[in-house]
């Protein structure tokens, strides 16, 4: 097996393979950092884009409710619930162009930061 075939690389999108609810299946991350000799292993695939997508962008369109239900829909079985690759792959997403997808992703990520700021205020 060609190990490169497994490298996780900076803008990556990983997913979960199988998960004990069809609510988590397919659940996704993307890869903001750069380490060297990085693999996934088989509990999840990766996706690696052609430059399409603005990483933050689609972090979080991937993680949309729309995005999310069309995912879970493609879970299969009863106890344990996997998806494959080629589903996920067959999922649409909405492509804007790559300013408006900076913009959106730059404001989910700057909404995380407030958010996770406030969370760690201690209550009056």
């Known amino acids: 097996m060609d190990s490169s075939q497994n490298r996780v690389l900076h803008g990556d999108a990983l997913f979960t393979v199988s998960s004990e609810t069809p609510e988590e299946v397919g659940m996704s991350s993307i890869w903001l950092s750069d380490l060297d000799n ?3 292993n088989s509990f999840c695939f990766g996706y690696r884009q052609n430059g399409g997508f603005d990483p933050y962008y689609l972090a979080y369109m991937l993680r949309s409710k729309s995005v999310r239900e069309d ?3 493609l879970a299969q079985g ?5 998806i494959s690759k080629g589903k996920v792959m ?4 909405p492509i804007p162009e790559m300013a408006e997808q900076r913009q959106v992703g730059a ?3 700057q909404l ?9 205020e201690p209550p009056y």
Do not use: A, G, M, W
Not at 78 to 82: G, K, L, T, V
Not at 90 to 93: G, I, L, W
């Open 90 to 93: 067959e999922v649409e997403v």
């Open 38 to 40: 990085l693999y996934l």
């Open 107 to 109: 404001l989910f990520y």
């Open 71 to 73: 995912i879970e829909l």
């Open 78 to 82: 009863i106890s344990r619930f996997n």
């Open 112 to 120: 995380d930061n407030f958010i996770t700021l406030h969370l760690r």
